[in-house]
T-cell receptor, first 115, second 114 residues
């Protein structure tokens, strides 16, 4: 079974629009970590955020914000006032208590921000 | 600067040949990983290693081999048994302390079978 689902394969927006990338995860562990990574065209994955399962506070970092809801097993990512430089593939990932060194990645969402 | 170095960036292989992808890290991380990325399929785990001289198969280990003789190095060999090796390969590392399980990634190697 897929542990991390990113149902949006590709999203296109016009610059300055807000956009939300969805992430739904599946785990039986009560202790786990959730991550978001950005993959620009260069290929390297850039870390954006880590959230542990005991911290449901939403987080805001500049134009980025994350909404973690355990009740719906979701960890959604919103970019406010999108910019062309935000164009990339975004991955959501999960690691579980039984093996924190093993990461499960979603299939990614490709975001196209048009000028 | 600390980080992960993958080489080469582009690699071409003839059918039937083995090739080895290099991954070196100077972050003093215990765990290292190899992922394969195909278009639209996200990252799939090939092998991972949590300590020197030990490694485990991931979800798609068939046709690949690894070694972990040194903490800083985790080379991946794509053997002739791998039937569809053309893909983008990413190496990563992580540690239990410090960055607390966050994975750091290299810039990737794009392998093409010609």
């Amino acid at each position: 079974a897929q542990k991390v689902t990113q149902a949006q394969t590709e999203i296109s927006v016009v610059e300055k629009e807000d956009v939300t990338l969805d992430c739904v995860y599946e785990t039986r562990d009560t202790t786990y970590y959730l991550f978001w990574y950005k993959q620009p065209p260069s290929g390297e994955l850039v870390f954006l955020i880590r959230r542990n399962s005991f911290d449901e506070q939403n987080e805001i970092s500049g134009r980025y914000s994350w909404n973690f809801q355990k009740s719906t097993s979701s960890f959604n990512f919103t970019i406010t006032a999108s910019q062309v430089v935000d164009s990339a593939v975004y991955f959501c990932a999960l690691s579980e208590a039984d093996n924190f060194n093993k990461f499960y990645f979603g299939s990614g969402t490709k975001l196209n921000v048009k000028p | 600067d600390g980080g992960i170095t993958q080489s080469p960036k582009y690699l071409f292989r003839k059918e039937g040949q083995n090739v080895t992808l290099s991954c070196e890290q100077n972050l003093n991380h215990d765990a290292m990983y190899w992922y394969r990325q195909d278009p639209g399929q996200g990252l799939r785990l090939i092998y991972y290693s949590q300590i020197v001289n030990d490694f485990q198969k991931g979800d798609i280990a068939e046709g690949y081999s690894v070694s972990r003789e040194k903490k800083e190095s985790f080379p991946l060999t794509v053997t002739s048994a791998q039937k569809n090796p053309t893909a983008f390969y990413l190496c990563a590392s992580s540690n239990k302390q410090g960055q607390r399980y966050r994975a750091f990634f290299g810039q990737g190697t794009r392998l093409t079978v010609v």
